[in-house]
T-cell receptor
């Protein structure tokens, strides 16, 4: 099992819809979880961080964490064409350096006008 | 302000050249990182400096040489690179938590490196 898994996509949604991006991780002791957005040719931009079970909302973005299921998701409400990008899930594993993030391969999201 | 700056934005170099990439942050962060990213792949960690000391070297070839002159600056010296080293080189910084949960990393815009 890969350490951090994401569906590579592409995930295609119509403008105004909810986009749901999923990520699973293998290390049950992982403590910190991050979602980055990366436009083609640009650098990753932090969207959300989440540390506790439950939901965390920031504007149109909601991160959801379920440590029992080893699952973290990102919901984007009212999707806009400008949300079209690759979304990277990153996890900080337990027992190792606080500085090492394990990235998923990313999910390509396309929002169609 | 969560800005990390990198220069140059683009760099083309021959296999015999010596060049340097520069990264700067003024957020008071004490951890700084170099990543390499190839097309359609996630970033790969190369080096981590924590409190100006090299903390992690992910078995990077010696043709890449990092340097942290002070807490705000991070350099990556390049020498005798190969064409397969062509990639987007990303710098990141974080507060530098010595214990506890993961430290939020903020990325700079990157340097697009082409080795001929």
């Amino acid at each position: 099992q890969k350490e951090v898994e994401q569906n590579s996509g592409p995930l295609s949604v119509p403008e105004g819809a909810i986009a749901s991006l999923n990520c699973t991780y293998s290390d049950r002791g992982s403590q910190s979880f991050f979602w980055y957005r990366q436009y083609s040719g640009k650098s990753p931009e932090l969207i959300m961080s989440i540390y506790s079970n439950g939901d965390k909302e920031d504007g149109r973005f909601t991160a959801q964490l379920n440590k029992a299921s080893q699952y973290v998701s990102l919901l984007i409400r009212d999707s806009q064409p400008s949300d079209s990008a690759t979304y990277l899930c990153a996890v900080n594993k337990s027992g190792g350096s606080n500085y090492k993030l394990t990235f998923g391969k990313g999910t390509l999201l396309t929002v169609n006008p | 302000d969560t800005e990390v700056t990198q220069t140059p934005k683009h760099l083309v170099m021959g296999m015999t050249n010596k060049k340097s990439l520069k990264c700067e942050q003024h957020m008071g962060h004490r951890a700084m990182y170099w990543y390499k990213q190839k097309a359609k792949k996630p970033p790969e960690l190369m080096f981590v400096y924590s409190y100006e000391k090299l903390s992690i070297n992910e078995s990077v070839p010696s043709r890449f040489s990092p340097e942290c002159p002070n807490s705000s600056l991070l350099n990556l010296h390049l020498h005798a690179l190969q064409p397969e080293d062509s990639a987007l080189y990303l710098c990141a910084s974080s507060q530098g938590m010595l214990a506890g949960g993961g430290d939020t990393q903020y990325f700079g815009p990157g340097t697009r490196l082409t080795v001929l």
